[in-house]
């Protein structure tokens, strides 16, 4: 018997018959309009292209299937087989999402957003999680935030502006590891993720009383979002905005009841090196700089002088026994 022989002909019939089972799939789902439907060249074009139907549909009876179970894409990527990704699984367990999903409450699952035959990677204009489609695609189950995000700075750069590096509801909320909103230590990354795109805004908020505490690790201070809104972040010129002249005193008493008008002329964002925008505190800041400087220098020299002359009467006295 010819062994080589006999060893290619099994290869070729298994390899056959794996490839007519998925397109023996297609005799029924590849019929457009019906309910299961399954579009072949988005299937084909997708990151799971090369994958077999029952790779993912498992204990799929003949025709006629029955009832077909829940895809459970943990499967392969909790556990990392045949090369998944399995770090964003282990994320989506610990998210509010995972939480609420193994409790049995109603929560989005792998295939609510990121589909389930036509998955593409994030990069990819047509995938549902492109950077793009990110505030419509949450917007799906929270349609109220969305709504307010429409309209925010971030929002008009993203969908309107088309800049692509505006901050979506992933940048903030993170991807797969969604933490509640009242976790302190995403409050507390969320402040320094503002900072990635507001340099200059996160230092001088350092500088304050509310940046000092908020460093230290504590999470009942006045941050980022408790001045500028959360998803309704508008410019200081629009009379809806949280820092207008109109709304400022009102978005101070929520920590401050007792502020007026005159505990509004504080300083959030102050750079005291910034001579043009803050005159008054620059000069204040150098004054007081010179009059520190001035103060060590006098004090300094006179102690060197003190010790000067206490040595030289020293030294006389030692030459005068």
Same mark, same amino acid.
Request: glycine content about 8%; some cysteine; hydrophobic content about 35%.
């Given at each position: 018997?010819? @062994?080589?022989?006999?060893?290619?002909?099994?290869?070729?019939?298994?390899?056959?018959?794996? /490839?007519? /089972?998925?397109?023996?799939?297609?005799?029924?789902?590849?019929?457009?309009?019906?309910?299961?439907?399954?579009?072949?060249?988005?299937?084909?074009?997708?990151? *799971?292209?090369?994958?077999?139907?029952?790779?993912?549909?498992?204990?799929?009876?003949?025709?006629?299937?029955?009832? #077909?179970?829940?895809?459970?894409?943990?499967?392969?990527?909790?556990?990392?087989?045949?090369?998944?990704?399995? %770090?964003?699984? /282990?994320?989506?367990? @610990?998210?509010?999402?995972?939480?609420?999903?193994?409790?049995?409450?109603?929560?989005?699952?792998?295939?609510?957003?990121?589909?389930?035959?036509?998955?593409?990677?994030?990069?990819?204009?047509?995938? !549902?999680? !492109?950077?793009?489609?990110?505030?419509? @695609?949450?917007?799906?189950?929270?349609?109220? %935030? $969305?709504?307010?995000?429409?309209?925010?700075?971030?929002?008009? $750069?993203?969908?309107?502006?088309?800049?692509?590096?505006?901050?979506?509801?992933?940048?903030?909320?993170?991807?797969?590891?969604?933490?509640?909103?009242?976790?302190?230590?995403?409050? @507390?990354?969320? #402040?320094?993720?503002?900072?990635?795109?507001?340099?200059?805004?996160?230092?001088?908020?350092?500088?304050?009383?509310?940046?000092?505490?908020?460093?230290?690790?504590?999470?009942?201070?006045?941050?980022?979002?408790?001045?500028?809104?959360?998803?309704?972040?508008?410019?200081?010129?629009?009379?809806?905005?949280?820092?207008?002249?109109?709304?400022?005193?009102?978005?101070?008493?929520?920590? *401050?009841?007792?502020?007026?008008?005159?505990?509004?002329?504080?300083?959030? *964002?102050?750079? %005291?090196?910034?001579?043009?925008?803050?005159? #008054?505190?620059?000069?204040?800041?150098?004054?007081?700089?010179?009059?520190?400087?001035?103060?060590?220098?006098?004090?300094?020299?006179?102690?060197? $002088?003190?010790?000067?002359?206490?040595?030289?009467?020293?030294?006389?006295?030692?030459?005068?026994?």
């Amino acid at each position: 018997m010819n @062994l080589p022989l006999l060893i290619t002909t099994i290869a070729f019939l298994l390899l056959s018959s794996h /490839a007519s /089972a998925k397109e023996d799939c297609y005799d029924c789902h590849g019929q457009q309009g019906g309910r299961t439907y399954v579009n072949k060249d988005a299937l084909v074009q997708s990151v *799971h292209g090369k994958i077999a139907c029952d790779k993912c549909h498992l204990n799929i009876a003949p025709y006629p299937h029955g009832t #077909v179970s829940k895809v459970n894409c943990g499967i392969c990527h909790f556990l990392g087989r045949d090369g998944a990704p399995k %770090e964003q699984a /282990a994320e989506y367990k @610990l998210s509010v999402h995972g939480l609420a999903a193994g409790k049995g409450t109603m929560a989005p699952t792998c295939q609510t957003c990121h589909g389930g035959h036509a998955i593409y990677r994030s990069a990819d204009p047509r995938s !549902s999680t !492109s950077r793009e489609k990110i505030p419509a @695609l949450c917007g799906r189950c929270h349609a109220a %935030e $969305l709504g307010v995000y429409e309209k925010s700075i971030h929002g008009t $750069l993203l969908l309107k502006n088309n800049v692509s590096s505006a901050p979506t509801c992933f940048d903030c909320h993170m991807e797969h590891r969604i933490p509640s909103a009242s976790e302190a230590k995403w409050k @507390l990354s969320l #402040v320094s993720k503002c900072g990635t795109c507001h340099p200059e805004e996160m230092d001088t908020y350092h500088k304050t009383y509310h940046g000092k505490v908020t460093r230290l690790g504590y999470t009942t201070i006045a941050m980022c979002w408790d001045c500028h809104g959360s998803h309704d972040i508008l410019p200081q010129n629009d009379p809806a905005s949280t820092l207008s002249s109109k709304n400022l005193l009102s978005t101070c008493a929520k920590c *401050h009841p007792g502020a007026t008008e005159s505990f509004t002329k504080f300083y959030a *964002h102050a750079e %005291e090196t910034n001579r043009a925008k803050y005159p #008054v505190l620059y000069y204040t800041f150098l004054f007081m700089t010179l009059l520190l400087i001035g103060t060590f220098a006098f004090f300094l020299t006179h102690t060197f $002088l003190w010790a000067y002359r206490a040595l030289k009467e020293r030294i006389q006295k030692k030459g005068g026994m």
